[in-house]
């Protein structure tokens, strides 16, 4: 079991940069794929990036390629989304997610992901 809680939203010029957090709690947390997606008001749940539990295998977004970076520390529990050159098309809310695989092929798929966290708002003003 798995429970996610996302930080570190807020509301932010174009151009400007953001740190999301998501803080893990369970045992094996260090196991698990972790991921990030994100919701824009009246739109799907979109995919933005994933990291394996070693870290060494990262995935993203085209949208984001570049801009976004992912990381996370197993020994805090925690994983990072490091949102730079933010454009108003970057507003959503932000969602952390958990999977026990790694998958390229299906990973971008909301229904894969096991675990949810609540969101937070980002907003990303001209």
């Known amino acids: 079991q798995v429970q996610l809680v996302e930080s570190g939203g807020g509301l932010v010029q174009a151009g400007a940069s953001l740190r999301l957090s998501c803080a893990a709690s369970g045992r094996t947390f260090s196991t698990y794929t972790l991921g990030w997606f994100r919701q824009a008001p009246g739109k799907e749940r979109d995919f933005v990036a994933a990291?394996?539990?070693?870290?060494?295998?990262?995935l993203y977004a085209d949208s984001v390629q570049g801009r976004f970076t992912i990381s996370r520390e197993n020994a805090k529990n925690t994983v990072y989304l490091i949102l730079n050159s933010l454009r108003i098309e970057d507003t959503a809310v932000y969602y952390c997610a958990a999977v026990r695989t790694w998958d390229v092929l299906q990973m971008t798929r909301t229904d894969h992901w096991g675990y949810w966290g609540q969101g937070t708002q980002v907003t990303v003003s001209s």
């Open positions: 990291i394996a539990w070693t870290g060494s295998n990262r």
